[in-house]
Structure formats: structure tokens, C-alpha cells
């Protein structure tokens, strides 16, 4: 008797629609064949499945495998260079013999000419001769913009569980399991959603606070109540993608009847409404934010500036919060900056050398815009790093290693600049580290996040402060040009 034979595939993006910037296929991380296997030991949901399938002594088929970082809308060329990927590998395998299709996803994929890859390609899965039937299976980020597509043509979907996503991989884990629970007991779950009206901003979404902590808690109970329900799902959608689907959404694993799954649904949709004003974020005016760090003592404080949040898919460039520390005389602060053109402008200097440098600003016309100043060269990198924690968001997208391109530090009046020519999402304190900057010695770090950074920064912090400053992940949605978004939803109207 042959082991089963499982497909293996991973396509992973958050789409911005309302950035400037298009994602094209040289942003994109593409491993193909046994390269995708190569990914064992790496720390990634695709990791995760591959420990499975391991214990479970599967032969998995691999196809391919593109991630990109958030960004701007996807061209689509990079949909259908994928699925043609996926296709060639696809076909022979189930003439072969095939019994199952494992997915690593994301869920907020938009492209130029789609609203809903994810969607398209499950029912392209489900078109092609001999695989109408087969158990599919994947993991997908909590921030998806879930949709009825991707509910009607998947079996067994997985959504991260915790923001941070320090749980990613473990996700991918469980629905690998599920995938040989299906095979094992011979029995194919189906799935059920529900979009409910509501859009938070990413700053919304923590599931250490209310409402993502007690939604997460009533699914979880749902789980341990009814076997007959392999996972319960809490999708706090992606507020950046114009797309009808985001937002809030429930879905469910369930081999039981639907009514009971509908009834699941309803629990759920009503415990959200009811919370639904704690999704909505408090944030500091910047000036007093800063104001009140310096008049306390010891460090580090976080300024955290979600409208330049680099894991929702903004530039990372902005520099209002560096503006912020100069005008206020902070002489021991730090705050990264992607800006490949000042880094390129340093090329030559030496330590101790002065440059004048336009930094930042370039990437967003929403932001405060470059700021021109003279910058004391201290050293640059080839910006390669290791990630300190190996169960960190960017370690299950990215895996451990992480380059953010030629970078440089430079000094402004006492404030530390480090410069990347890649963005590169402030997730892991090795980032700073690698780079000389030790984070614990400061008195405020500049962090561009929302809710991911708190697994890395929050152990070492005094004190954070969320800050309201321009910039295309603002959690002020009612700014946001919405075109396709469903409506009514809260906040946005009265729902």
C-alpha cells in the first residue's frame, strides 16, 4: 500500500489597495519544486505542514511557493505565473495518484484584475479533472478578507489564532492534522462563513485585548463542545483591502448539520456586534505623546505608529515620528526608515563622516514627507540578519533569515537612523541588534506596527504609546476612499 501523496503549494500576500506602489513578480520570494521542501527547519506554516507530514509518512508533491511582504496591489501576471506553477505540477501528480492539496495562504491577496485569488484559485483547484473531490486543506492569516469562495471549494481552512501571529506555524500544524484526520477517518468536513458588519483597524485586532481575546474564547469553546466542528475561525479581516469581503468574518470546519453551523455562526456574529466599539482604537496626538516620555524616566518607550505599519503594507519611510524626536530633543531614541535612495547616498563615507541626506517620505503621498538633514555616518551592512524568535509572524512567512538590503546607521542631533533599503517589518529585535543598536539601552524606539511588534517589544518596553500621525494604514477608516467595500458596516456607518 502506497503512502498518501499530498500536494503541496504556498501563495502569501496582504494586499494595500490604497497605496501608490504595484507588487510585481521580482518582489515576490518564488521556490519551486524542492526548493518549497528546502523550507523544512525554517519556521514557516509551510515548516509546519512538512513536520506532519513527516510524522505522518506522506509523500508530498511539491509545486511552488511564492511570499511577498505586504504591499501595494498584485499584478496579476504573478496570479498566473503561479497557477501555471501549480498546474504543471498539479496534473501529473493526480494522474499518478493524489489524495489531498495542503495550502500555506494569506487570505488578503488582491491583484489588478482579481478581488479574491485566494477564491479563484480553490475553484480552480476544484475545475480540474480528478481533483473535484480531493480533501483541500491550508492555513491562512487572521487578517484575511475571508469570502464565500473560499468557504464553498476548501474542506479544512485554519486561521492563525493569536495577533501577533506567534502561533502561525502551530496553525499550520493543526490543519495538516485535520488533513489526516479527513484521510484517516475517510470523511471530507465542509466549511460555512459569515461576513458580519464590521471593519477594525489592524490596531483593533490584538487578541490579548477585547474583542478579538473573547471572540477567540467562544471559539474555542465552540470547538470543545461539538466534535463535529474540526476549527472555528475569528477572522479579523484586513481594513486596507477595497474588496466587499473586508472586514469581520466567522467560519467554521464542520462534518454536523448545517443549521448547527449556522447557529455557531450566529453566536458569534452576536458576541462581535455587541463588542464591536472595543475594536475601535485610542490613539496619542504625537506631540503629547512625546511630551510625557520625556518627562519620565528610564526607557525604552515604544512609540508606535500604525499609519506607517510595514506589516499592513505601508512604505515604512515616513517620518513623522523621527520629526518628532528632533523637534523634541530626544538624544538617545532610534527609528528605522526604508529609504534605498539615502542609503545609496552614503556609498564611501567613513565613520564620523557628515552627509546631507533627504530621508524618508518618498514612498506615501500621505505621509510628513522627506526631511533633509545632516546625518553622521557610523556604519553600514549588507542587512542580513537572523530573527531572534523563530515563532514570530515574519519567521512563518519569511523563515529565519532576513535580509532588509545594503543598510546604514547614521546619527541626526542624537537620534539613531537606520536605514534599509528593503522594508522590513519591525517584528524581532535582531533587526536593531544586528545592526549595533542595542534596543534596551534607549529611551524610545520608533516602531512602524500596529499589533505585531508586541511578542519582540513589549518584554523590554517601559511604556508604549500608539500615536495618530498621517499615512495610508491609518486606523481612522472613515479617511479610507472605499469603493467595493460592503455596506452598511461599522464604524463607518451605523450599522
Known sequence: MRAPRILL???????????????????FAIRRGDDVLARRGDGSTVDGFLEVAEAQGWD?????????????????????????????????????????????????????????????????????????????????????????????????LVAYRENPHVD????????????????????????????????????GTGTADVPMRDLESLARRIEAEDPKIWAANVIGGYSFSDVPEAGVAFSVVTTGPAAKAEATLDRLEQLAVSLREFGQP???????????????????????????????????????????????????????????????????????????????????????????????????????????????????????????????????????????SRRTPPFDLGQLRSQGIIPEKLTAIGVKAAVAHRRAYDPIARGSYTVATPGPCSSALANIPYRRLRRPIFPLDDA
Open 9 to 27: 503549494a504556498g501563495l502569501f500576500h496582504e494586499t494595500h489597495s490604497f497605496t501608490e506602489d504595484v507588487t510585481r513578480m521580482a518582489d
Open 168 to 203: 502561525a506555524r502551530d496553525a499550520a500544524v493543526l490543519s495538516a492534522k485535520l488533513l489526516a484526520r479527513s484521510l484517516v477517518e475517510k470523511t471530507r468536513p465542509y466549511m460555512l462563513a459569515r461576513n458580519v458588519p464590521i471593519v477594525w483597524a489592524p490596531t
Open 282 to 420: 485610542r490613539e496619542w496626538n504625537l506631540d503629547a505623546a512625546l511630551s510625557e516620555i520625556k518627562g519620565r524616566s528610564g526607557g525604552p518607550y515604544l512609540v508606535i505608529e500604525p499609519a506607517d505599519n510595514i506589516g499592513g503594507g505601508a512604505p515604512g519611510d515616513d517620518t513623522a515620528v523621527l520629526r518628532g524626536f528632533l523637534k523634541h530633543g530626544f538624544k538617545n531614541a532610534a527609528v528605522a526608515i526604508a529609504d534605498a535612495a539615502a542609503v545609496a547616498a552614503l556609498d564611501g563615507a567613513r565613520p564620523g563622516d557628515t552627509r546631507r541626506l533627504s530621508i524618508g517620505g518618498k514612498g506615501s503621498r500621505l505621509g510628513a514627507g522627506p526631511i533633509d538633514a545632516d546625518a553622521v555616518f557610523v556604519s553600514r551592512s549588507d542587512g542580513n540578519f537572523t530573527l531572534e524568535d523563530r515563532n514570530s509572524h515574519l519567521a512563518a512567512s519569511q523563515g529565519i533569515h532576513f535580509s532588509m538590503g545594503p543598510s546604514a546607521v547614521v546619527r541626526i542631533d542624537g537620534v539613531t537612523v537606520l536605514l534599509t
Open 60 to 156: 508530498v508533491v511539491p509545486a511552488s511557493d511564492y511570499t511577498a511582504l505586504p504591499s501595494g496591489i498584485v499584478a496579476h501576471d504573478v496570479f498566473e505565473s503561479f497557477w501555471a506553477d501549480l498546474a504543471r505540477t498539479l496534473k501529473p501528480a493526480l494522474a499518478q495518484g493524489l489524495d489531498g492539496i495542503w495550502l500555506a495562504l494569506h487570505g488578503a491577496m488582491v491583484t489588478t484584475d482579481c478581488l479574491d485569488p485566494e477564491g479563484e484559485l480553490l475553484a480552480r483547484l476544484r475545475a480540474v479533472a480528478g481533483a473535484e473531490h480531493l480533501p483541500i486543506f491550508a492555513v491562512f492569516d487572521l487578517h484575511a478578507n475571508f469570502t464565500a469562495a473560499m468557504a464553498r471549494h476548501a474542506n479544512g
